[in-house]
């Protein structure tokens, strides 16, 4: 069974930093496409970021752009998202997901496992 478990979330003040990690329970962890996603509260869950399996080509939401990088540590089954230069609106419930195609896609469907998530709080 996989399993993804999410941690690094907290509180901070707008301009700050926070690196959040996932990490997996998968068996062949490099063969697998990784993405984050968040969730504001009363709203619809939204692509953030994502790294394919082999190559780790990378995609971003363009509200993250700049500020935002993911990067997989294979060796350790993680995927972090490093936060910086953070901004109210960046407040979310944040989720990892996978899928064990070569995918760095934004749709929600495209990915078949799926953490608990973590909460970003961002304060003005």
């Known amino acids: 069974q996989v399993q993804l478990v999410e941690s690094g979330g907290g509180l901070v003040q707008a301009g700050g930093s926070l690196r959040l990690s996932c990490s997996a329970s998968l068996r062949t962890f490099g063969a697998y496409s990784l993405a984050w996603f968040r969730q504001p509260l009363g709203k619809e869950r939204e692509f953030v970021a994502a790294i394919t399996t082999v190559t780790g080509s990378t995609n971003y939401a363009d509200s993250v752009k700049g500020r935002f990088t993911i990067f997989r540590e294979n060796a350790k089954n993680t995927v972090i998202l490093q936060m910086n230069n953070l901004k109210p609106e960046d407040t979310a419930v944040y989720y990892c997901?996978?899928?064990?195609?070569?995918?760095?896609?934004?749709?929600?469907?495209?990915?078949?496992?799926w953490g608990q998530g973590t909460q970003v709080t961002v304060s003005s």
């Open positions: 997901a996978a899928t064990p195609r070569y995918s760095n896609s934004y749709y929600r469907d495209d990915y078949a496992y």
